[in-house]
């Protein structure tokens, strides 16, 4: 055992150490920033305005999508629960992801994969003041 | 030397070996070469590239800076040139056999710098910050969420915050290249490239520049698909529903390259075409990908586009 200790206690071996503990600390610290970003640039984009007066059908606002039939509204998020990518088209009253095809209703539910869920319904409000929905991106209604 | 030891076949042969080898470089002094000429023309159009800006940047460039549209375009043509050569340099080291060569550790870094080369290739792309390159990087980052445990750190890691590009920005023309550079000169023994190989490289990029200046988009008259060596994968996740498994296939891929070197020859000979036959079955996807696909990746005959 104490052969082992020596063997290991080497002056290389504590340089070596010292080097892997300096590495993380920088590297938790370098994380540690790019975390406190993240949430910064979320709480930025977070909330997205549109206007009431929309006419019936389907609409495309960056992160959400609105479907609006009469008095009825479905507020969808724009990104594919397959991998992310923004949802921009409707096309044989389909909404279809372009980067892999997944397939969609207007009111989100799944027709066609790669996906394997159904588009995210979003929490939304009205807005009276100034005449607007106020959609919260990463609110979900279940 | 005596004239029977200078004339012997031998001799002869790898004289000759020489000489050729001088005016036909391997493809690992090409990829090298295309490595520096893409990092200096790289260096060079951080100037006038916009973090902040990249889509509008990059108009600007194409729209009223010859010269920086100039270096854009022999920085593209060299990246892709140096992963074309990379390939090439693989498989040429297989069928040789000189892996076995190489010491464990250097082939570890060899190794990571798979990913790290698809990396570098691919933040240059999602880089563009048209809609194709964010795209990308949405695509990008829901396969590294698919990643067990250390996905979400990976990443923030690696692509930064939300759709901010500065992180992928530095290390694109930092981190990731300098690490690619460092494996490099450990594999060639060269800080430099070879003037022959960085002659062939240079001169073929300038005269692509020339004629076939790099667009801001490809999308016009493709559909959404991304760079030539994705669309193999962008076909894959197609046909999956869990994109996990094409990570976990991913990481089975560079664990066998990894392991290749330290097995039996039997073993090794047949890793090696079980490789070869993924890379096919790549290319295959790639096709079906790039020829079979249009708007919406619906399937449609490249003729009736």
Same mark, same amino acid.
């Given at each position: 055992m104490t052969n082992l200790i020596n063997k290991l206690l080497t002056r290389k071996n504590l340089l070596k150490l010292m080097m892997i503990i300096m590495l993380s600390s920088v590297l938790k610290m370098f994380m540690d920033l790019l975390t406190a970003a993240n949430s910064r640039e979320d709480e930025k984009n977070r909330h997205v305005k549109i206007p009431l007066n929309l006419p019936d059908g389907v609409h495309f606002f960056d992160q959400v999508i609105i479907t609006k039939k009469g008095k009825t509204l479905t507020v969808l998020s724009s990104?594919?629960?397959?991998? /992310?990518c923004r949802i921009r088209s409707f096309q044989d009253d389909r909404l279809v992801?372009?980067?892999?095809?997944s397939q969609y209703s207007a009111? /989100?539910?799944?027709?066609? /994969?790669?996906?394997r869920n159904d588009l995210t319904i979003l929490a939304y409000y009205f807005d009276e003041k100034e005449g607007k929905i106020v959609v919260d991106t990463k609110k979900s209604v279940i | 030397m005596s004239i029977r030891k200078s004339l012997s076949s031998e001799n002869i042969l790898n004289k000759s070996f020489r000489r050729w080898n001088r005016v036909a470089p391997t493809f690992g002094h090409l990829d090298f070469s295309a490595f520096f000429i893409a990092v200096v023309s790289g260096i060079i159009i951080t100037v006038p590239y916009d973090v902040n800006n990249p889509s509008g940047s990059i108009q600007e460039i194409l729209l009223t800076d010859e010269s920086a549209s100039f270096f854009r375009s022999i920085h593209y043509w060299s990246a892709q040139f140096f992963l074309i050569f990379v390939l090439l340099h693989i498989i040429e080291y297989f069928l040789i056999g000189r892996?076995?060569? !190489?010491?464990a550790g250097s082939w570890l870094r060899i190794t990571l710098s798979l990913p790290a080369i698809i990396y570098v290739m691919l933040s240059g792309y999602i880089l563009k910050g048209d809609a194709e390159g964010t795209m990308a990087l949405r695509i990008f980052a829901g396969l590294l969420e698919? !990643?067990?445990?250390i996905g979400s750190q990976l990443g923030t890691f690696l692509?930064?915050?939300?759709?901010?590009?500065q992180v992928i920005y530095i290390h694109h023309a930092a981190t990731a290249t300098i690490f690619i550079w460092i494996v490099i000169a450990e594999h060639v023994r060269l800080f430099w490239p070879r003037l022959i190989p960085l002659a062939y490289i240079f001169s073929t990029s300038v005269l692509l520049a020339v004629f076939v200046p790099a667009p801001?988009?490809?999308?016009?008259?493709?559909?959404d698909k991304g760079p030539w060596y994705f669309v193999g994968f962008q076909e894959i996740l197609h046909w999956i529903s869990r994109p996990g498994i094409a990570i976990t296939a991913f990481f089975i891929f560079l664990s066998i390259f990894f392991i290749i070197p330290r097995v039996e020859k039997k073993w090794r000979s047949r890793l090696k075409i079980a490789m070869l036959f993924l890379l096919i079955s790549y290319g295959a996807f790639s096709a079906a990908g790039w020829f079979f696909r249009g708007e919406n990746w619906l399937f449609i005959l490249p003729w009736s586009r």
């Open positions: 990104i594919c629960p397959h991998l /992310g992801c372009p980067c892999h095809g009111e /989100g539910k799944l027709i066609k /994969g790669p996906s | 892996e076995e060569k !190489i010491t698919n !990643i067990p445990f692509l930064g915050p939300g759709s901010n590009m801001l988009t490809w999308s016009s008259y493709q559909g």
